[in-house]
């Protein structure tokens, strides 16, 4: 069955750089996912990839696919405290609808 | 809009009581789905729906049940509350279609169960 997993915790200084790294089990997953939680409220989709790319850049935001270690990247450049939230990675499989399963999301934490 | 929205936002239950959640939709999704977050487990899918009058089981089923009776509204029932139901439930909907169908959530109802 599909799997995501992820690490739970990650620390970063205002400025740096902040990687969240992913790995999922399902070679037919049609799109990957990064979702944003901040504290209190629902997820909020960030950035998706489809299956087939390698690579997307959306602003401070790179996703990067590599589809046969099946690994998946979220790099969020120059973070902000802002960007303080919990991080969800999720995979997709069509099955009469999208059928996502969702890991069990990364705590990142900017500090100042 | 409004989005995807909640009602309540908090509620304490005692076991063997019963309750029932609204979400609520003004995008015209046709899809519709309720999730339970439980710390370290992620999002599991309790039930979904594909369309107005259809629902599904998710990963989670037991112990709840939903309704689809208007496309804009998705219901969570519990009809006996237990304490293994203490958790945030997240409904969220998505367009139709074999795209890449982003989830909108609602805000959350956080639930405890005495």
């Known amino acids: 069955g599909e799997d995501v997993e992820q690490s739970l915790f990650l620390s970063v200084r205002e400025g740096d750089s902040s990687v969240i790294n992913c790995t999922y089990t399902?070679?037919?997953?049609?799109?990957l996912y990064w979702y944003k939680q901040e504290p209190g409220a629902g997820l909020q989709l960030l950035t998706y990839?489809?299956?087939?790319?390698d690579m997307k850049q959306d602003q401070r935001l790179t996703v990067l696919l590599n589809k046969k270690d099946k690994h998946l990247s979220l790099r969020i450049a120059d973070t902000q405290t802002g960007d303080s939230a919990i991080y969800f990675c999720?995979?997709?499989?069509?099955?009469?609808?999208?059928?996502?399963?969702f890991g069990i999301g990364t705590k990142l934490q900017v500090i100042p | 809009n409004a989005g995807v929205t909640q009602t309540p936002k908090f509620r304490v239950l005692k076991t063997g009581q019963s309750m029932t959640l609204l979400c609520a939709q003004d995008?015209?999704?046709?899809?519709m789905y309720w999730y339970r977050q439980d710390p370290g487990m992620g999002l599991r899918l309790i039930h979904y729906s594909v369309g107005e009058g259809t629902t599904a089981k998710g990963e989670v089923p037991d112990g709840y049940n939903v309704s689809r009776l208007k496309k804009q509204n998705f219901l969570l029932g519990l009809e006996s509350a237990a304490p293994s139901q203490t958790s945030v439930y997240f409904c969220a909907s998505s367009p139709q279609g074999k795209g890449a169908n982003e989830q909108f959530f609602g805000p959350g109802t956080r639930l405890t169960v005495l």
């Open positions: 995008m015209n999704h046709e899809y």
């Open positions: 990839i489809f299956s087939n790319m």
């Open positions: 999720a995979e997709s499989i069509w099955g009469g609808y999208q059928k996502v399963t």
């Open positions: 399902d070679s037919s997953s049609t799109y």
